[in-house]
């Protein structure tokens, strides 16, 4: 209610200072403004003040996540995972997907991100689509029980244990269920750790190699400056391609779409410049072999 009134009376005096300076009254504009600044400034260092707070709590309880066991770690993930989808609206143009935002709450999201491998523990992909200026683009890692052991002992604990979570028959069930669709008896999720940097060039493709069935992807950014750099889901009309629905590369988002003769996505342009690569978590649901 404080923080109500305050507004008001800041709204009230700027109107006073906007009257005063449509009078030609300056030097009365002038002060109102001046005293509108200080304030406007000292609710700044308070808005400040209580996110610095906050963000130490969530980095601290982030940390608290890491001393779980193995078994608590993974209920946690599982419980919001499942929530998130729960969550999730579907909706099906160009074709059936969902995006959800946030997946976990803010330590959680934390406690993963402090947990992203270094450079050094992907391997570029070898192709020469991915290969330009003298540099590979992207990198990846498939999260498998060897693939982080030269890795912080961390970064194995949590990308293995939302590995399990992906793998969990309940999360399958769902995110299948929303999509509208039947799970095979055998499905299996394959997970890996992917990251591109500036360059990068993502053509329209399906996903549908290798009996693909679904794709889940949520973002890993630190911050919002390649807020463009999201994934684009097309429909195809003749030869072109026309972007449908733009996701935002922001923190803690995740979407899923079904894969089919349809599910053209992708980037239309190369990755701009981007500060820090683009890092996501990727799902593929296939038929276990």
Known sequence: ?????????????????????????????????????????????????????KEIEDQ??????LQLSADDFYAHLLKFMLDALNRAQVEHSPY???????????QTYICLLLSSPHI??????????????????????????????TAHRRVGFVWL?????????????????????TPPEKCKAHTRIQLDRAGTRIR???????????????????DKSNFDTGTELFEKRGDQFETVKKMNYKPNLAYAFQIGDDSWHGAKEPMPQLSEGRLSFLTRYRVDT
């Open 204 to 222: 329209p493709h399906l996903d549908g190699e290798n009996g693909g069935l679904v794709t889940f992807q949520m973002y890993f950014p630190l």
């Open 1 to 53: 209610m404080l923080e109500e009134n305050r507004s008001l009376e800041l709204k009230t005096e700027l109107k006073s200072a906007l009257a005063k300076l449509k009078t030609a009254d300056l030097d009365g504009a002038q002060t109102v403004l001046v005293g509108l600044l200080d304030a406007v400034d000292r609710r700044s260092d308070e808005w400040i003040h209580r996110r610095w707070n």
């Open 161 to 181: 244990t939302m590995d399990r979570v992906m793998q969990s028959p309940q999360v399958i069930a769902l995110l299948f269920s929303k999509l509208g669709m």
């Open 60 to 65: 601290a309880g982030a940390l608290d996540l």
């Open 96 to 106: 059936a997907h969902f995006v959800i935002d946030p997946v976990f709450d803010a």
């Open 120 to 149: 050094t523990h992907l391997k570029p992909i070898p192709s020469p689509e991915y290969f330009q200026n003298g540099r590979y683009q992207r990198y990846e890692t498939t999260i498998s029980p060897n693939a982080f052991d």
